[in-house]
Nanobody, 119 residues
């Protein structure tokens, strides 16, 4: 099972980006999925999470600006980021709790995508 993240880049303050994360492999089902980020010199932190039922939770620092969503049919996770600030600069990672076709429970991480907010 693999997660492939994309959509990062350089954006000016106030701009928007949309991150995507596609899951592939022998997947039976995907439970909670989320986005984390890690800025230079800082620990990785939770940005947003969405359950299989669609319930969401956000870090206080991104509430009202970021929206997490999922397309279960496409096994894809999204993070719409609006009103970006320089402090949002980080490597963003997707994470998923996956049940494989052999009924193994795995926690899977994507490779990370760089988001840089700068003028």
């Amino acid at each position: 099972v693999q997660l492939q993240a994309s959509g990062g880049g350089l954006v000016q303050p106030g701009g928007s980006l949309r991150l995507s994360c596609v899951a592939s492999g022998r997947i039976f089902s995907i439970n909670d999925v989320g986005w984390y980020r890690q800025a230079p010199g800082k620990e990785r932190e939770l940005v947003a999470v969405i359950t299989s039922g669609g319930s969401t939770n956000y870090a206080d620092s991104v509430k009202g600006r970021f929206t997490i969503s999922r397309d279960n049919a496409k096994t894809t996770l999204y993070l719409q980021m609006n009103s970006l600030k320089p402090e949002d600069t980080a490597v963003y990672y997707c994470n998923a709790a996956v049940i494989t076709t052999t009924l193994r429970h795995l926690e899977v991480w994507g490779q990370g995508t760089q988001v840089t907010v700068s003028s």
